[in-house]
């Protein structure tokens, strides 16, 4: 590995750089960008634009309908659009339910989702975790049973996320009591307009509605809709989960907030001085910086590992994983208070909230305290720290 700067790289940053300043509306740019995903009608406007480009699936091989970009070219792409400001993706569409339709679903299947998630038309949410299985998530009971050409599922989902504006779900079931937890498990898609599902919001600490319990009540659902054989649910999951190890710091994010910081330190007063002038600010933004600058060499270490199908890339993305959120926690909680009284002005819903006044620094404090209250859940979706920190023991010490 080395890294030396990579002039095909440069040139490709280039070529998004200016796709975005083309094809990016000025009025989808204007909104706040962090952790949440986009309004809905945000999100499938520029679904359509980068699906029209070609760029539909940044994530995914070429043979798939794809870009077929590298690693690294994924993480360039991700960080112009969030500089730019450009609404989110289908994260959960485009990074995990994606690679699963195109490694185990039928050509039947296929053809029924994958042009729905290229046009932005059908979002989906993930129905995995349940009260009592989250990180233990084969121990889940929600219940499928087979009548005929259809299962008859009932039980409870919790934290899902955008399940609220969502057109399908995927599951994981347990249609198998009798054998080894992890063998009883099957992988569902679910259209959540099927009777009996019931979606009621959790309001989070940073004061929006992103999570919800998801409750299935005799929902009958074709056995069409299963991804591979019954029983292969924990095979996929485990597929699933082990993708993108690159992107687990959430790199892009990092580096946004920099940028917002750097404007807060120029912009924002301590008395007559702009904050970078006092020592204890700069020497913990320098800090903050160095840190941030550690973490992109690491991952252009792991994108080079999963590039090359390294075993070793699945405990270097925990890491990752680990000194990502912890930093996205100290610099938004930084921010928070380097923006002085305005930090403590947490919008109702960042989406579309505005003050009847400009704040000062507008731009950065917009959505900030909400954004600094979100990412206190960084170290827990996702993988929590702690169970991270099991598989970086567990390669250390070859458990
Ligand atoms: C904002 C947010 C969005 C989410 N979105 C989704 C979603 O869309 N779909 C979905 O299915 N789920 C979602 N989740 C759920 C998420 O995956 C779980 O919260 C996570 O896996 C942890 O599970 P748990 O909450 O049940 O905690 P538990 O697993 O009960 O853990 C409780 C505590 O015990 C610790 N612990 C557990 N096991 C171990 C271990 N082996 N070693 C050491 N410590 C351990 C944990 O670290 C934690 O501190 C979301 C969660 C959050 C916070």
Request: with cysteine; charged share 20%; glycine share 8%.
């Amino acid at each position: 590995m080395d890294f030396q700067p990579d002039a095909g790289l440069d040139a490709f940053r280039e070529e998004v750089r200016a796709f975005l300043r083309e094809h990016l509306p000025r009025d989808l740019a204007g909104k706040p960008v962090g952790s949440v995903r986009s309004m809905r009608a945000d999100l499938v406007r520029w679904q359509k634009i980068l699906n029209r480009h070609g760029w539909g699936a940044p994530y995914w091989a070429q043979k798939n309908g794809g870009t077929g970009w590298t690693v690294m070219q994924r993480l360039v792409f991700d960080e112009a659009c969030i500089a730019a400001g450009a609404p989110t993706q289908d994260g959960f569409a485009q990074k995990l339910l994606g690679p699963v339709l195109n490694e185990f679903a039928s050509p039947q299947q296929q053809a029924e989702h994958v042009p729905f998630i290229l046009n932005g038309e059908r979002l989906w949410c993930q129905g995995f975790s349940e009260p009592g299985s989250g990180s233990d998530l084969a121990s889940l009971r929600t219940r499928a049973q087979r009548e005929g050409d259809h299962y008859v599922v009932n039980g409870q989902k919790i934290w899902t996320s955008y399940a609220h504006e969502s057109d399908w779900i995927f599951l994981l079931v347990r249609t198998d009591t009798e054998v080894k937890k992890q063998a009883g498990i099957s992988f569902l898609l679910v259209d959540m307009n099927t009777p009996g599902i019931t979606v009621r919001p959790i309001r989070s600490i940073d004061d929006c509605h992103h999570l919800n319990e998801t409750f299935f009540d005799n929902v009958r659902v074709p056995v069409a809709n299963r991804i591979g054989a019954e029983g292969d649910g924990w095979k996929i999951t485990k597929f699933l989960l082990n993708n993108e190890h690159a992107s687990a710091a959430d790199l892009p994010i990092l580096r946004r907030y920099l940028m917002q910081l750097r404007t807060l330190a120029t912009t924002q007063r301590a008395g007559a001085s702009p904050l970078i002038a006092q020592p204890a600010f700069a020497l913990r933004f320098a800090r903050l910086e160095a840190e941030v600058s550690a973490v992109a060499m690491m991952v252009e270490r792991v994108a080079a590992m999963e590039q090359d199908h390294s075993p070793a890339a699945h405990a270097m993305g925990s890491m990752l994983k680990v000194r990502g959120t912890e930093l996205q926690q100290r610099i938004s909680e930084f921010m928070v208070e380097a923006l002085g009284d305005y930090g403590a002005v947490a919008y109702p819903e960042p989406h579309d909230a505005c003050l009847d006044a400009p704040l000062p620094c507008e731009d950065v404090a917009r959505g900030m305290a909400n954004e600094m209250f979100f990412r206190r859940a960084s170290t827990i979706y996702g993988g929590t720290s702690e169970v991270q920190r099991g598989i970086i023991a567990r390669m250390l010490f070859q458990l």
